[in-house]
């Protein structure tokens, strides 16, 4: 059943509920997942996916049947980690030789873990995570290879900064810090994906040439998440935004909290934005390396919600105040737009970007770098996108920077749009008119007098009868009903 206040707000977001519908209905996975001929645990495995994220799990699920199995257990495998990891009633001395060995229990049968705390929300995936061993154990080996090379890599990174006395009690520190940190926890796992994405056959084999690439997506999805959830996080006693730069416009993290500090808040957001916008352009390079339309899918949504919701933090007061999102029908209207190809994409990119400009300000110190890297952003697009086609400049069409075909079809979508909007019109005044013969028929059955109407329109009185004399005459001239 929808909230009250859900259908209060799409009644005034009708274009946001139709992207809803459009989703439901319209949406055709390019693969779709067959459980019946899963084996039980293979089963449980999908429902912990489902459990431990929702977003992520759709488009999973949606993957290549090649990749279907591997990715979901590589999530799975990452997710057990991130559980050990975020969870404060582990004592360090238990919690860092599991971080560091969690590659090693991935062959171990029978192996599960209840030390976690019981408000920790992905508890139950280490409680049955033999499910995930019995299955990883039955992957093709480079597959294997793969998920526990990058279990070596994001638990040995997860134990140094659990071991870090300093970020426990400080946070980050430095710019540096926090992209390794980030490196840590989402570049690897780029790193993962795309070596899977690779061994597959479905990605371009050169992107394991430009471990740059993998590593600014895995980046960008997480400077987002640490933009957004600033205000989470400080509830729990996290500190992720780096001393370097919030030390600019606070003297201590808690200020920015404070509504007397909100100028100066804005701008340390600002700024972290700044930081996540640099990555925007290799993100979509990358895209360009992927070569099935699936794992394409899988790649760009993420990437696409990232771009938004830096757009929805970006000068955005609230986002100190309580944890922000972008809605459900953004969010449809973005996978949506992101499950067609890659200049769409790219499309979605400019879109934010030139919203992110909108709402720069120059009384923002980052101002002109802001300003900037969304400039880079329309730059790198151009230079893939050209909006000047070199035949259009030949058939004298350079104006408009289409060709001559892109014209053609410009014209036919605009007669059908033009008609679309007649017969919407027709409609319209059709309904109108059968209520208005409705209402009007159940008038004169209750005995309504049109003949006293018309004739007074007719004497040019467009007004009711104002005084009771006038009201009398009317009577007088016209009668009045009999008693029944």
Request: hydrophobic residues 40%.
């Amino acid at each position: 059943m929808p909230k009250v206040s859900d259908i209060v707000y799409y009644s005034f977001h009708v274009q946001e509920l139709r992207s809803m519908i459009q989703w439901k209905v319209w949406h055709n996975p390019v693969h779709e997942r067959d459980p019946s001929k899963e084996t039980p645990t293979l089963q449980q495995c999908f429902k912990f996916l489902d459990l431990t994220s929702r977003s992520f799990s759709a488009v999973i699920q949606e993957l290549h049947p090649e990749l279907l199995v591997p990715v979901c257990l590589f999530y799975l495998v990452l997710r057990g980690l991130d559980t050990i990891e975020d969870d404060m009633t582990i004592a360090l001395a238990e919690k860092e030789p599991l971080l560091r060995n969690f590659h090693n229990i991935l062959e171990k049968d029978g192996w599960c873990y209840t030390g976690n705390g019981p408000d920790e929300k992905d508890r139950q995936l280490l409680v049955e995570f033999d499910c995930v061993v019995q299955e990883f154990k039955k992957l093709k080996e480079p597959y294997k290879v793969i998920i526990k090379d990058i279990a070596v890599k994001m638990g040995n990174g997860m134990a140094d900064y659990a071991d870090n006395s300093e970020h426990n009690i400080n946070g980050v520190d430095t710019i540096k810090d926090y992209e390794l940190y980030c490196h840590y926890v989402a570049g690897v796992v780029g790193e993962g994906l795309t070596r899977l994405f690779v061994e597959s056959g479905l990605a371009n084999p050169a992107l394991l040439q430009r471990p740059d690439l993998s590593e600014a997506m895995g980046q960008f999805l997480q400077h987002t998440n640490i933009i957004r959830d600033v205000r989470e996080d400080f509830n729990e006693k996290r500190k992720f935004y780096p001393k370097e730069v919030w030390s600019k416009h606070v003297d201590k993290f808690d200020d920015l909290f404070k509504p007397e500090y909100k100028d100066a808040a804005l701008n340390c957001s600002s700024e972290m934005v700044l930081l996540a916008l640099r990555k925007a352009p290799d993100c979509l390079f990358y895209l360009a390396g992927i070569r099935d339309q699936s794992v394409f899918n899988f790649a760009a949504i993420p990437q696409s919600m990232a771009i938004a919701s830096l757009e929805l933090c970006f000068r955005n007061p609230d986002m100190f105040k309580k944890n922000i999102k972008i809605t459900r029908g953004n969010a449809c209207q973005l996978m949506t737009e992101s499950t067609q190809n890659l200049q769409v994409v790219c499309e979605i990119f400019r879109r934010y970007a030139r919203r992110i400009h909108q709402k720069n300000t120059p009384r923002d110190p980052n101002f002109l770098n802001i300003s900037i890297a969304c400039g880079q952003i329309e730059k790198f697009i151009e230079s893939i996108f050209p909006s000047q086609h070199p035949k259009a400049i030949v058939s004298g069409t350079a104006a408009s920077g289409k060709t001559p075909e892109q014209i053609e079809k410009d014209k036919a979508d605009w007669q059908e749009a033009k008609w679309d909007v007649i017969y919407m019109a027709l409609a319209v005044f059709t309904t109108l008119a059968l209520i208005s013969a409705l209402m009007l028929g159940i008038a004169y059955m209750m005995g309504a007098r049109f003949d006293i109407a018309i004739d007074q329109l007719k004497k040019g009185k467009l007004r009711p009868p104002g005084e009771m004399g006038e009201r009398q005459n009317i009577v007088n001239t016209y009668g009045q009903h009999e008693e029944l």
